[in-house]
């Protein structure tokens, strides 16, 4: 007798579509479900970058008032140039673009707190980029006291 079984065998050579579209399928689903903790921790991490810059910037401006005449902090920074040159002469060591450094350049406030003519302390203020304003961290205040950082809006 003739055996013909083996011609409408199908060959084992490898997956078939569907099975692909499958696969393909529960790790687009997978990714999906992953991307916001992701998204979430990438912000944490520019946070945590943007405070250790912070605290740099603040030791440094410390540093500058223990050499200045008077102890005295900077009486103006008007731009992140004048921030870095200032920073990396006292210690400090920040990048040279701000896209680099992870943080934005607000403003700088000299205050003369006991009205004595001397510049005793100071409030500046950065924004951490990429971060989004609905987290804690996205923008943050540096004073001699310490690093604040702003609440979610």
Known sequence: MLDLSHRYRRP???FSLIELMVVTMVISLLAIMALPTMRAYFERARVTRGISVGRTVQASLASFTTDSESNQYPA???SYG??????????GQLKDTEAETGVEFQQYTALDLDKDGT???YTMSFK???VS???LGWCMTIQPSGVALCAPQ
């Open 119 to 121: 510049w005793d302390s």
């Open 82 to 91: 004048e921030l870095i040159a200032l920073i990396n002469a006292n210690g």
């Open 133 to 135: 304003p609905k987290r």
């Open 12 to 14: 084992i050579a490898g």
């Open 76 to 78: 103006a920074i008007g």
């Open 128 to 130: 951490v980029i990429d």
